[in-house]
């Protein structure tokens, strides 16, 4: 194992949620906006590492990101088992999505590392009307000890300050306690392109 | 029993059997179908009704003020009824009629007008295509009239419409030449022909059949592609109007023999293209669209019978040929049966491993190979609107979870941990052999239900299994991690020979990723052929992996066994795990 190993642990943050509340939007929202220059339309699948400064020491984070699988249930386990952090998607247009993420975080509470940071991810608000506040989810979310964001995976609004605030709240030394039940990559990359086109770095910093 | 009426049965069954031998009208064998499969019977009364909704409404346009006055609720359900009985539902007629108290008109002369004209129009579904159809034949066709045919039967080939495809359509020949607005092409690299970035419908078919060369990967990506934009009777219906040039055209020209040169290039074109079709995507055509095929090679006449006669040769052929391609050269290994095969308790340990291993990758690949590319389309498998066209790959993962939820309840419902470990590491060995056979799709299914939140937590069982098969369990883990979007597993899996079962839901991230996003339309209204590039490449690594078959023998029994999976649902089966080996119990609490 490398030094570098040693002196920055990746963390895992899973982003959970129903089909088409734009799991997969917010992360290619975010790789759009910070890590590409142009929009072309030749985007595969992507994940996001990226790294925060908390207290001038650096935080790894990998999201991910298993948008499509959502029909594999007997996979989630094992999908959010390890992770630090989880961010659970609900679409504001859809009131039946917001049930689903509240039995989201129930499975978590009950099933997942009882550190897990978790947040509920409001999800396409251009969707909403101005006057509705969202004031039964804030409700849940303060009940739950929830963190709670508002996102616009379509216009880009709150998509990256989400992932920036929610990651300097992650615990900084636990990552590898947590996730020594998975496997760690010894070299790092900050965000790929599946189809391998582009390959870019960009460190977050706050 | 005694003997005469032993012998009085033997009769009837002699009787029933000659009655089998004897030629079956089709509407009887309909009848006799529906009653032995009542499922089937509800789909079809389901279905039935909106099936010639064409042929009522010309009867009895439903706009009238006096038809509207006229059809009260009885009316209606009169009318239902007829429709029911003319199509041999009478029973479904008699349980309306008992239900609503409106008694089925039986004696014509005592009919109402509407039930009359509605008895009318059912005769006439059949043959109103066919009406139409003679009509043209009778006039003695000329191009133009063809054109005049197609656009008439338009709607019976346009089956599904989805809400993408009611873009502006343009008729074929009046789209304009090529220009922003209509073709933009991939910015010009070093190589040599163009690639299409977006372009319109009727241009993507114009470039289709063009004499002028495009990217060699453009005609297998369009027809692998097509269906997330243009259902497949469009497409067909598009071809024909493409290959009936209008002889307006020839303005264009210098002399009728250029305009005749051109004329024939583009029917050869079109021919081949629709052979193309035929021969690499003939599941796309079901019964409606090869009659429509049919009808299109009775009434155009000309110079091209030859490739006619061709494409029915192949049509023939992929009809007659469809079930059985899978002949494979080499003798399979001798399957591993045990003694007790015919045993009704065959139980789980009395087969081999390997040869579970075996059968389930055999039914695996089965649903697998049969995965169509419109399947993963749209990703049509998680929208409720398009699930329908998802069968297979929908029931992979029906497949997928109910094997790792059978796997989880297996060692659940086993009370002592030494059974547990028998049990768990019979798992594990299986999970080995699927490794080595490439069945990753069942692999990570067993692996899920080993990782389940009900058997992962059992602390005690997993600190007794041997350390060799510990650190199997590990290395699969870390094989098939979902960091880095399966980095790992992805790597693994190109390197690998064929045959193979690949994990599909990599392939429905990927594809869920490149829809969300790529746009389907570029400037609107130009179907973004980029995108489709992109779905292409994961499709045809899909197909390159269907295209290999396993080299095994079906073992019957041992299927039956591993075709349905008893199992306990997730959250009882957690509760029971936690009975077996409870939180922060010690080891002296647990029964070994």
């Known amino acids: 194992m490398t030094s570098k190993f040693l002196t920055e642990v990746q963390q895992k943050v899973v982003v959970l949620g129903d089909f088409s509340v734009g799991k997969s939007s917010l992360i290619l929202r975010v790789s759009k906006n910070e890590f590409l220059e142009e929009q072309e339309s030749t985007i595969g699948a992507a994940f996001i590492n990226f790294s925060v400064n908390v207290d001038n020491k650096p935080n790894q984070i990998q999201i991910w990101d298993t948008a499509g699988q959502e029909k594999f249930r007997s996979l989630t386990p094992i999908y959010y088992r390890g992770a630090i952090g989880a961010i659970v998607v609900y679409d504001v247009s859809r009131e039946y999505s917001f049930q689903t993420a509240k039995e989201w975080v129930e499975e978590l509470k009950e099933k997942a590392n009882p550190k897990l940071i978790i947040a509920l991810c409001a999800n396409k608000i251009d969707l909403l009307e101005e006057k509705k506040k969202l004031l039964k989810e804030k409700e849940y979310a303060d009940e739950n000890g929830l963190l709670i964001y508002e996102t616009s995976a379509k216009t880009g609004k709150g998509v990256t300050e989400m992932f920036v605030d929610f990651s300097k709240n992650l615990p900084k030394d636990q990552g590898r306690e947590i996730f020594n039940d998975d496997f760690f990559e010894e070299e790092f990359f900050n965000i790929e392109l599946h189809n391998g086109e582009k390959k870019t770095e960009k460190t977050i910093c706050c | 029993m005694n003997n005469r009426e032993k012998e009085e049965e033997k009769e009837e069954n002699q009787n029933t059997q000659q009655e089998s031998k004897v030629q079956i009208e089709k509407s009887e064998w309909m009848s006799l179908i529906m009653k032995k499969h009542p499922d089937v019977l509800q ?20 706009g009238k003020t006096e038809i509207k006055e006229r059809i009260g609720g009885g009316m209606l359900i009169k009318l239902i009824m007829e429709y029911l009985h003319q199509n041999n539902l009478s029973k479904a007629a008699e349980n309306l009629s008992n239900e609503s108290n409106v008694s089925r008109e039986k004696h014509y002369h005592a009919i109402d007008v509407l039930t009359l004209l509605l008895q009318m129009s059912i005769t006439d579904i059949d043959n109103l295509w066919d009406v139409n159809f003679s009509k043209c034949v009778d006039i003695n066709l000329d191009e133009i009239d063809e054109v005049v045919f197609f656009e008439e039967r338009k709607t019976s080939l346009i089956i599904e419409e989805d809400d993408e495809n009611l873009i502006d359509d343009i008729p074929l020949w009046d789209e304009p030449p090529d220009s922003k607005s209509n073709i933009i092409y991939v910015p010009q690299t070093t190589e040599e022909y163009k690639k299409i970035h977006a372009a319109t419908l009727n241009k993507l078919i114009e470039k289709l059949t063009e004499p002028e060369e495009m990217d060699s990967k453009f005609i297998p990506i369009f027809f692998m592609t097509y269906q997330s934009f243009t259902p497949p009777g469009k497409l067909l219906y598009k071809l024909f109007t493409r290959y009936t040039v209008p002889n307006s055209l020839e303005k264009n020209f210098e002399n009728k023999e250029e305009f005749e040169k051109y004329k024939k290039k583009i029917k050869f074109r079109t021919l081949n293209i629709l052979k193309t079709w035929l021969d690499t995507h003939f599941s796309d055509f079901n019964q409606g669209l090869l009659e429509e095929l049919n009808e299109f090679f009775k009434t155009t006449k000309g110079t091209d019978q030859r490739i006619f ?54 039914i695996d690949f089965e649903i697998f190979s049969q995965i169509k590319p419109a399947e993963l389309l749209n990703c049509a498998w998680s929208k409720p609107k398009l699930k329908h066209r998802a069968k297979n790959v929908l029931e992979l993962i029906e497949r997928f979870n109910e094997m790792s939820q059978w796997v989880a309840t297996k060692i659940i419902q086993r009370e002592r941990v030494r059974d547990r470990v028998k049990i768990l590491t019979k798992f594990i060995m299986i999970a080995n052999h699927l490794f080595k056979l490439n069945n990753f799709n069942s692999l990570i299914s067993i692996m899920s239900g080993i990782n389940s939140s009900a058997v992962h937590r059992l602390k005690f069982t997993f600190e007794e299994l041997a350390p060799k098969n510990t650190e199997i369990i590990n290395n699969f883990k870390q094989l098939l991690s979902g960091e880095g979007s399966y980095k790992k597993y992805r790597k693994h899996l190109h390197q690998i020979e064929p045959p193979c079962v690949p994990y599909l839901g990599v392939y429905l991230t990927d594809i869920t990723f490149i829809e969300d996003g790529n746009p389907d339309y570029v400037n609107e209204n130009l179907i973004n052929f980029s995108k489709r590039r992109l779905v292409y490449d994961v499709i045809e690594e899909i197909q390159k992996f269907q295209n290999v078959f396993y080299n095994l023998h079906p073992v019957h029994q041992i ?34």
């Open chain 2, 309 to 362: 006669k061709d494409i029915k040769k192949l049509i023939d052929f992929k009809i007659n040929n469809f079930h059985q391609s899978k002949s494979a050269i080499e003798i399979p290994p001798e399957p591993k049966v045990p003694k007790n095969i015919f045993n009704k308790n065959l139980s789980l340990f009395d087969i081999d491993e390997l040869e579970i291993a075996r059968q389930i990758t055999l």
């Open chain 2, 43 to 62: 789909l079809h009364e389901t279905t039935l009704p909106f099936s010639n909704l064409t042929s009522f409404s010309t009867h009895i346009p439903s």
């Open chain 2, 559 to 592: 299927a039956v066994f591993l075709n349905k999976f008893p199992r306990i649902e997730k959250k009882k089966l957690y509760q029971i795990s936690q009975e077996r080996e409870p939180r922060g119990a010690k080891k002296n609490e647990i029964k070994f």
